[in-house]
């Protein structure tokens, strides 16, 4: 398979949400966690970086008198004989169609979406992004950064349990933001950063992630939060080197987070193989991104031209496919 670049300048993925007559249209991106997940559940900061060419669109009408219907890759029906992964979907529509101060309405909704589900790339809440935005458009209602939020983490809520809501700032801002205690704040980009991404193959269920973390937290305080606390120091180190452009201690950081998250219980066997294939193969840093216990790991590149020895090389150790994105300068 090959390396799909996801530095598309024509990617619309944060256009708000567009209407023409009785339909409409909400984009929304998927995003990749730096540092600081897990740790951001428990109040530390978080550095996540969007990924413009991996998005999600749900297109939106108006169907009165008929059962609101989803089309997904997942599902085709209506609303009420939705299963329960759809949940997440169900929830963010009625949360989005009831801010708009309008109530319920019959729609039909279209879901379309290349962010891979459950490889901790905010698939979920850019799905609950993009419905949220369809609805404004098709309501000609604007919904500001607070009301998407609040929607999108209704949706986030059954999705995962208690988010932090880091994805649901994430997948909805275009620039890389740092996120703490509900509250995300752009980050600036001294010098353009290459990731490669690669998916580990496997699913990894953020709940499961977050619930085996507190567990361990739970039993061994003394131990895990000291560790929660280098998470947190590595996030606002990394801050501070992704302003400077200085890519050597970015990715030792990377490793060092890499390391803490297997020691909380995270990564998997796959991950860390990746995590060494790309160190082996020149990558500055490795680590995986999002829940883990799956999903995918994250490899900074020092250029476009070595990405794609990473992929590669990536690829050659196991990643069914890979991705490589451009964190511009801002
Ligand atoms: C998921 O993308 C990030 C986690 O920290 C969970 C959360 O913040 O809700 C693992």
Known sequence: MHNSSLTDPSSTAHTRGEASADTAQGLAHAKAILFGE?????????????????????????????????????????????????GPVVAGLRAALEATGEGIAEVELTIRSAIPHGRGLGSSAAVATAVARAVAGLREHTFDEFALHEIVQKAETVAHGRPSGIDAWAVATPAPIRFQGGRATTIEVGRPLTFVLADSGHHGSTAEAVAGVRALRDSAPTTIDPMIARLAELTESAIDDVRRGDRDAIGGRMLEAHRLLTELGVSTPTLGSLVDAATAAGARGAKLTGGGLGGCVLALADSAEQAEELADALRAAGAPRTWTTEVSRT
């Open 38 to 86: 897990h740790a951001v559940v428990y109040g530390s900061p978080a550095f996540a970086v969007p990924l413009h060419g991996l998005a999600a669109q749900a297109d939106i009408r108006y169907s009165p008198g008929r059962e609101t219907r989803i089309e997904s890759q997942l599902f085709a029906g209506t609303v009420l004989a939705a299963p329960e992964p759809m």
